[in-house]
């Protein structure tokens, strides 16, 4: 992609200064060369051509020189010509001049823009030649910049001027990472201050976040408040079929930022280069340990006067190679989290600023509802409840939209077109009935927020509980009240059409049970007999690597990993179970609800489900 270079920058002024000095001078040169081919003529006196003939037959005149109809006369004293005349179209002879006059005609060509050209070509095409040449070297020496291969150019696009800026005060939240960032925007700012107290630069930052949570926006902000260009490239951009490619757009990406410093280069995804090396299936020596080993030998480079820092994003910094990761390379580490319920809130008024709403929507509350999304599933939202309201022809945003939005991106699209038979839709309702019970009676687990029948997304229906507030913690009890819960809908269809008439409804219920289950067991030391003891695989390498590595515990261990998984399950579903035989009737009236209105929010199900048990056999603790 073509870089558009800022014209702030001295040296880039300089080299323009230049080219239009240059470019004046060959113009002025060619203009007097005309001059001088065409002046000769110009102030020669003009006589009549009767007296020329009759002063040549004289011998009064030395020379007529003819050129078309123009003649040009020197007379008997003189060396070059003075006098000018015009004769008619035929020959000067015809004209009256003897055939023996005692003159001398020469004739010369007849185009005179040609032997104008002619001159100018002879005398100046050299010279534009030799200054060409300078100019060729002079800017090669500028740097290796034009390589005569374009696939091994950078295809980082430079933010500069002519771009919208952005500042910190355009993303909300990321307070500590604004922070944290602040001081970087200082270094760019007031490099000297530094320097006079013998701090070294640093020399890269790495953002490690969700994606989604601002890292190029904050990056983007680095320069803007620093009021510096920005560089931005993708990791992924760096790597391609030829090998050697990625190494050179490095170079010439670290080359382009060296001009034009104070400046931010900013590598998104700098995980797809920057893996651990030595864990390729070609040997050492893959494109992708150029690439890296090509950056830092650049980052290495910098001497203590540039200023250029290197942002880098990643969410994945466990798998990065520790090459990256050390003093004066990649030190320097800015952790960004998913928003809070407070910054969430934040967020969806920057993207609802522009945006028509009327009184019924309530930020606050949609903030609430969204735990663990990131900045950009909410700025999402925003757009598809205007892109709703549009479509109902509406000139305000209303809640309604919004809640449709939110539901969208959260779990997919209403998918109302799909035809469901009868029994399809008792078995769905009764599945979806049956997590909804459970997950209600069990103490532990967070309320239902709203139930449907209507297929979204992957699924035939929804189930969705929402926590009231935020969490950063999830204890045993939650977790085994997570797996109860999901494990009710495939227990419902058990109580209701027999062991063997359970269906594929329940598939990605039972992947999701068995995921956190083996989770609590391996990542977390919740197993029963394998307490406070993790079994985490690294799985940063490729795939490779997967194959030949060792599991760092014994064949026992991991039979007993996999018998801990198995008690967890079976322990879920006999209290799914037990909950829902005890609350049978309600079963039975909450998936009629459903059968009727297909979609039931929160204080519905809580009307319907009171009066609902909890068995002493489902309780975990008192
Ligand atoms: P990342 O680089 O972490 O994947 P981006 O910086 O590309 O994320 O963010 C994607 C979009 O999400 C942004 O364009 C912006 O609209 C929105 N966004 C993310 N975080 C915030 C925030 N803190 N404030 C405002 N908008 C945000």
């Known amino acids: 992609m073509a870089v558009k270079m800022p014209n702030k920058n001295g040296k880039n002024k300089i ?11 060959i113009v002025v040169l060619i203009g007097l060369a005309v001059y001088a081919s065409t002046a000769q003529h110009a102030n020669l006196k003009e006589v009549a051509l009767s007296d020329v003939v009759s002063r040549a037959n004289k011998g009064d005149i030395k020379l007529i020189q003819v050129q078309g109809n123009d003649l040009t006369v020197t007379v008997k004293d003189q060396d070059k010509p003075t006098e000018k005349s015009i004769k008619e179209n035929s020959s000067i002879y015809e004209q009256g001049l003897k055939k023996d006059a005692p003159v001398e005609v020469k004739v010369v060509p007849q185009s005179r823009t040609g032997e104008v050209m002619w001159n100018v070509a002879i005398t100046f095409v050299p010279v534009i030649l030799i200054i060409g040449f300078f100019v060729f070297m002079m800017r090669q020496s500028q740097g290796q910049n034009n390589q005569a291969m374009g696939f091994g150019k950078s295809k980082a696009r430079l933010y500069g001027e002519d771009k919208k800026k952005v500042n910190f005060d355009d993303i909300a939240g990321n307070d500590n990472a604004k922070q944290d960032l602040q001081e970087v925007v200082d270094f760019l700012k007031n490099p000297k201050k530094y320097r006079e107290l013998g701090a070294k630069i640093p ?7 969700h994606p989604g949570t601002g890292k190029t926006m904050l990056a983007r902000a680095v320069a803007g408040e620093a009021g510096v260009p920005f560089f931005s490239i993708s990791g992924s951009e760096f790597v391609e079929m030829f090998v050697g490619v990625g190494a050179s757009r490095v170079r010439d990406l670290f080359t382009k930022a060296k001009k034009n410093a104070p400046c931010i280069i900013f590598i998104d995804e700098i995980d797809a280069v920057g893996r651990k090396r030595g864990s390729g299936m070609g040997g050492g020596h893959d494109e992708r340990e150029q690439t890296l080993n090509q950056i830092l030998v650049e980052m290495d480079g910098f001497d203590g006067d540039t200023n250029v820092i290197v942002l880098a994003a990643t969410n994945r910094a466990d798998v990065l190679d520790p090459a990256l ?25 920057v993207h609802f600023k522009n945006k028509p ?25 925003a757009n598809e409840s205007a892109i709703i309201a549009a479509r109902r022809n509406k000139k305000k945003i209303t809640n309604e939209e919004l809640t449709e939005a939110f539901e969208r991106v959260a779990i997919g699209p209403e998918r109302k077109a799909k035809v469901m038979s009868d029994k399809e839709k008792e078995l769905t309702a009764y599945h979806e009935a049956g997590h909804a019970i459970v997950g209600h009676v069990l103490p532990d687990s967070d309320p239902v927020h709203k139930v449907t029948i209507i297929p979204r997304g992957g699924t035939g229906g929804v189930t969705w509980f929402l926590p009231p507030e935020d969490k950063s913690y999830t204890n045993v009890y939650e977790f085994k009240d997570i797996l109860a819960r999901a494990m009710g809908g495939r227990v419902a269809e058990q109580i209701l059409y027999g062991d063997d008439g359970i269906t594929t409804g329940a598939g990605s219920d039972l992947r999701n049970a068995t995921q956190i289950a083996r989770d609590m067991v391996i990542e977390q030391g919740m197993g029963k007999a394998l307490r406070d003891q993790v079994f985490h695989e690294d799985n940063g390498g490729l795939m490779f ?23 967890l399950i079976n322990e879920a579903k006999a209290r799914a179970m037990t909950v829902l035989k005890a609350n049978r009737s309600h079963l039975d009236k909450l998936a009629a609800a459903l059968l009727k209105d297909e979609t039931l929010e929160e204080e519905a199900v809580v009307d319907i489900l009171k009066g609902t048990k909890l068995p002493k056999e489902a309780k975990l603790h008192a």
Do not use: C, H
């Open 357 to 381: 709403t009327d009184d019924t929507v309530n930020l606050d509350a949609l903030a609430a509802k969204t735990a663990g999304s990131s900045g950009a599933d909410l700025a999402n939202i």
């Open 15 to 25: 080299s323009q200064f230049m080219r239009l000095g240059l470019f004046w001078a």
């Open 203 to 209: 020399r890269g930052v790495l953002l490690v976040g």
């Open 545 to 567: 690597d997967k194959m030949t590595r060792e599991r760092p515990y014994s064949d026992e261990t991991a039979k007993q990993i996999d018998q801990e998984v198995a008690a």
């Open 325 to 349: 990761l050390r003093p004066g390379r990649f030190d320097r580490r800015v952790n960004i989290m998913l928003p809070e319920r407070k910054d969430r809130e934040a967020i969806l008024k």
